[in-house]
């Protein structure tokens, strides 16, 4: 994933000529792993489940519990299913959705006809990182590949109709040099702009000089620059 060039641009430094090299490649790695262990794989804001939900059904004797949850990034997938899936089920179906990218299963249901139907009700929920697992016990009678689409289709539907949801908006990565007696004036602003992940390096091959790191929303990153520089000193630098 590529970090966003505008907060990596590095600005002329008229403080510092020989700027340490191992400083802006330890930055710039910082802000790669920040921005690919990311929730969302494009800056952006989006609404998403504010707690797990459930939903359970019975059709024709089956027995249908969907559970619905939020899920940060794919890889937290996995340890959604395990929390919430029952090993005694007939069938544990999924889908989730996180940014532009989609997973499903049937986990045994003829091809098609679970997996897809929930990803679909996510879809039309417009909700984003949210996972939905319906669980479905069999009562006996066979509900074929029509039923089992509107079965599965609506039991998710169902569940995150009117489930309790949350506005996010995502974070991007930023660095900042600063000279020590500047650190109090800096820390106000980023407070005020709600910043999150305050690190500080004091590594920086120059005296006096520390690298302040942080996120910021997305669509504040720009505004959080003019403010230190307004506020601060024009002279600082941004990575």
């Known amino acids: 994933m590529q970090v966003i060039t505008s907060l990596l641009h590095l600005q002329p430094n008229c403080c510092n000529p020989n700027k340490n090299k191992l400083l802006r ?140 949801t949350r506005f996010v908006k995502s974070k991007v990565p930023m660095g900042v040099e600063v000279p020590f007696e500047l650190l109090g004036l800096v820390y106000h602003q980023l407070q005020s702009f709600k910043v999150e992940d305050i690190n500080q390096d004091y590594e920086t091959g120059t005296e006096g000089i520390t690298m302040v790191t942080f996120k910021v929303d997305f669509d504040q990153a720009e505004s959080l620059k003019d403010a230190l520089k307004n506020h601060c000193s024009r002279e600082l630098e941004f990575y």
Request: hydrophobic share 35%; charged share 20%; glycine share 10%.
């Open 25 to 164: 490649h330890r930055l710039i790695c910082w802000c790669n792993k920040a921005m690919s262990s990311s929730s969302n794989s494009q800056p952006g804001a989006f609404t998403t489940l504010r707690e797990t939900v459930t939903f359970k059904q019975e059709i024709k004797k089956s027995k249908f519990i969907a559970i619905a949850g939020h899920i940060p990034d794919q890889q937290f997938a996995n340890s959604f299913l395990s929390q919430v899936k029952d090993p005694k089920a007939t069938h544990n179906c999924w889908a989730y959705k996180v940014g532009d990218q989609y997973r499903s299963t049937d986990d045994g249901e003829p091809s098609g006809t679970a997996g897809k139907p929930i990803q679909a009700a996510i879809e039309a929920s417009g909700l984003d990182r949210v996972m939905v697992v319906v669980i479905r016990h069999f009562g006996g009678i066979l509900l074929g590949s029509g039923g089992l689409v509107r079965a599965y289709g609506r039991t998710a539907a169902e569940c995150l109709k009117n489930a309790p």
